[in-house]
């Protein structure tokens, strides 16, 4: 069980107001609030540490490079990953499936070649690799979602048989907030040869991730979506395609020697992929959030944030006209929902009127909103901080702006 009081009173921004009511924040899967721990922790570093990374035999550059290569380890311990080699700091999640695109894809995918992705992908998970297709005239597959909102296993095995040079997979969908089993998936495409990306944005927060147990390829996330800083991210990737895969970005950092007449050689992993000054105050403060989620206990945030999900789906039920999108046994606590009728930015103006956050829209999941033929839903999302009171507060404004609109 979560000390809820306790909790909140680590996340400042919870007591402000919006519109002179009390914040309800209810969109943590765009992105999460920080705790105190986070925010103390980059003012910490700015304060007292800052200094450019891996250059400089003074103090303060030797301080900053270790506090940054700490929190590299601490990713690498909280995701299971077996080296510090294998973890590149990305600006987020969309950055590092573009590195991969960009790096490993452009290496590997020949004309003809399949690239197979699923309907319910984030919109990161799908242009890259749509430029990538058109780059090299390969052919991009998409794995269809059944009424239920899971993967449809007979399309899944169709596509298969397509042989596909790499398999990009959502672990945890931002809309229907199914919980895909990964493992099984990549299992599944690594036997018909292909290599496995999975989008951990919406998995990292809520649950325990082990890259090795899952056997994937690639793994990548966003530091904003799981308690941490915007502007920093991660991507793991198995050390032996790391080290095949040339340079993306060119610069400082990602450099052995340079030289203009025999060009230039380039740095050892995890650095060859880290041109530029990176976001150093984002990388240490993420790691702080890393620590602080596990501190709280991901197993029970994220038991607390299904009981939240079920609770509002109960409440909501009542509601005249609703509909859910996003049925999976296997789910997390985010709800989707429309009401008959009603436009989904109507109700969401509403509620924000209420001091009530919610996300509407397509969520970057136009494809997947095609496929429910609708042009988007209500999302209300959940993190550690929310509260049932909350839920009540949502399904009452629900249900007030629901009668305005009528
Ligand atoms: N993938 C999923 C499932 C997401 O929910 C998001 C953000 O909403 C992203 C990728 C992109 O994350 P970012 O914008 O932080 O790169």
Same mark, same amino acid.
């Given at each position: 069980?979560?000390?809820?009081?306790?909790?909140?009173?680590?996340?400042?921004?919870?007591?402000?107001?919006?519109h002179g009511r009390p914040l309800v924040y209810l969109d943590h899967a765009a992105s999460a609030q920080k705790p105190i721990a986070v925010i103390e922790a980059q003012r910490e570093y700015l304060m007292h540490h800052h200094s450019?990374?891996?250059?400089?035999?003074?103090?303060?550059?030797?301080?900053?490079?270790?506090?940054?290569?700490?929190?590299?380890?601490? =990713?690498?311990?909280?995701?299971?990953?077996?080296?510090?080699?294998?973890?590149?700091?990305?600006?987020?999640?969309?950055?590092?499936?573009?590195?991969?695109?960009?790096?490993?894809?452009?290496?590997?995918?020949?004309?003809?070649?399949?690239?197979?992705?699923?309907?319910?992908?984030?919109?990161?998970?799908?242009?890259?690799?749509?430029?990538?297709?058109?780059?090299?005239?390969?052919?991009?597959?998409?794995?269809?979602?059944?009424?239920?909102?899971?993967?449809?296993?007979?399309?899944?095995?169709?596509?298969?048989?397509?042989?596909?040079?790499?398999?990009?997979?959502?672990?945890?969908?931002? =809309?229907?907030?199914?919980?895909?089993?990964?493992?099984?998936?990549?299992?599944?495409?690594?036997?018909?040869?292909?290599?496995?990306?999975?989008?951990?944005?919406?998995?990292?927060?809520?649950?325990?991730?082990?890259? =090795?147990?899952?056997?994937?390829?690639?793994?990548?996330?966003?530091?904003?979506?799981?308690?941490?800083?915007?502007?920093?991210?991660?991507?793991?990737?198995?050390?032996?395609?790391?080290?095949?895969?040339?340079?993306?970005?060119?610069?400082?950092?990602?450099?052995?020697?340079?030289?203009?007449?025999?060009?230039?050689?380039?740095?050892?992993?995890?650095?060859?992929?880290?041109?530029?000054?990176?976001?150093?105050?984002?990388?240490?403060?993420?790691?702080?959030?890393?620590?602080?989620?596990?501190?709280?206990?991901?197993?029970?945030?994220?038991?607390?944030?299904?009981?939240?999900?079920?609770?509002?789906?109960?409440?909501?039920?009542? =509601?005249?006209?609703?509909?859910?999108?996003?049925?999976?046994?296997?789910?997390?606590?985010?709800?989707?929902?429309?009401?008959?009728?009603?436009?989904?930015?109507?109700?969401?103006?509403?509620?924000?009127?209420?001091?009530?956050?919610?996300?509407?829209?397509?969520?970057?999941?136009?494809?997947?909103?095609?496929?429910?033929?609708?042009?988007?839903?209500?999302?209300?999302?959940?993190?550690?901080?929310?509260?049932?009171?909350?839920?009540?507060?949502?399904?009452?404004?629900?249900?007030?702006?629901?009668?305005?609109?009528?």
């Amino acid at each position: 069980m979560l000390n809820l009081a306790h909790i909140r009173s680590q996340f400042p921004i919870l007591t402000r107001e919006i519109h002179g009511r009390p914040l309800v924040y209810l969109d943590h899967a765009a992105s999460a609030q920080k705790p105190i721990a986070v925010i103390e922790a980059q003012r910490e570093y700015l304060m007292h540490h800052h200094s450019n990374v891996h250059r400089g035999v003074h103090e303060l550059s030797q301080l900053a490079t270790d506090a940054f290569e700490a929190a590299r380890e601490k =990713v690498r311990t909280h995701i299971g990953a077996s080296s510090t080699e294998e973890i590149i700091w990305t600006s987020g999640a969309t950055d590092a499936i573009n590195l991969v695109a960009q790096s490993w894809g452009r290496a590997e995918i020949s004309p003809g070649d399949v690239i197979l992705i699923t309907r319910m992908e984030h919109h990161a998970n799908i242009v890259p690799w749509q430029m990538l297709a058109e780059e090299k005239q390969a052919k991009l597959e998409v794995v269809e979602v059944t009424d239920e909102g899971v993967i449809d296993e007979a399309d899944f095995q169709e596509k298969l048989k397509k042989n596909p040079k790499i398999l990009a997979i959502i672990h945890v969908s931002n =809309v229907l907030g199914t919980v895909n089993d990964v493992k099984r998936w990549t299992k599944k495409a690594q036997q018909v040869g292909a290599r496995v990306l999975i989008d951990g944005s919406q998995s990292i927060p809520h649950l325990a991730v082990d890259v =090795v147990d899952i056997g994937c390829d690639f793994f990548v996330f966003s530091g904003h979506k799981a308690y941490g800083p915007t502007g920093i991210g991660v991507l793991y990737g198995r050390k032996e395609l790391l080290e095949k895969m040339p340079p993306w970005r060119g610069g400082g950092e990602m450099i052995d020697v340079v030289d203009i007449e025999k060009g230039t050689s380039y740095a050892a992993l995890p650095h060859k992929f880290e041109a530029g000054t990176p976001h150093i105050s984002g990388a240490i403060a993420m790691g702080v959030a890393l620590d602080w989620m596990n501190g709280t206990g991901l197993q029970s945030i994220g038991d607390h944030e299904r009981a939240l999900g079920a609770q509002a789906r109960h409440l909501l039920s009542d =509601v005249e006209g609703m509909r859910f999108i996003g049925e999976a046994q296997e789910r997390t606590g985010v709800v989707s929902f429309l009401i008959d009728g009603l436009h989904p930015y109507d109700v969401g103006t509403l509620l924000d009127q209420m001091g009530i956050a919610v996300r509407t829209g397509h969520h970057c999941a136009q494809p997947l909103m095609a496929r429910f033929q609708i042009s988007g839903t209500i999302r209300a999302s959940f993190g550690a901080y929310n509260t049932m009171q909350e839920v009540d507060a949502l399904a009452a404004g629900v249900e007030r702006a629901s009668r305005m609109l009528r």
